[in-house]
């Protein structure tokens, strides 16, 4: 599967992006899909998933508020809609596909990335 990311830039802080993941064809979105981040010097942090459905995600506690994932099956695109950006969010960011439908799978892994797009939050 291949993934292509776009949205990132540079933002002061309190502004807003929107991240995309467009998934080549002829693969299904109906999948788990995730958000990670990494910054510089940091290990590689899950930001959001979402189940196969299109309704069950979650979010880490550090962007919960402010980030909402979500997916257009008719699109076959995966979003990250990021609100409130702070410096730290400051990071490049990757979609990830798995091959299982439920995230909380216990099997579950992804296995499929993107090339990251870089996200930069700074006054």
């Known amino acids: 599967v291949r993934l292509t990311e776009s949205g990132g830039g540079s933002v002061q802080p309190g502004g807003s992006l929107r991240l995309a993941c467009v998934l080549s064809e002829p693969a299904d979105i109906s999948r788990c899909m995730a958000w990670f981040r990494q910054a510089p010097g940091k290990e590689r942090q899950g930001v959001a998933q979402?189940?196969?459905?299109?309704?069950?995600?979650t979010h880490a506690d550090s962007v919960k508020g402010r980030f909402t994932i979500s997916v257009d099956n008719a699109r076959n695109t995966l979003y990250l809609q990021m609100n409130n950006l702070k410096p730290e969010d400051t990071a490049i960011y990757y979609c990830?596909?798995?091959?299982?439908?439920?995230?909380?799978?216990?099997?579950?892994?992804?296995?499929?990335w993107g090339q990251g797009t870089q996200v930069t939050v700074s006054s």
């Open positions: 990830a596909a798995s091959t299982f439908f439920r995230c909380n799978d216990e099997n579950n892994f992804f296995g499929d």
């Open positions: 979402i189940d196969g459905d299109g309704v069950t995600a």
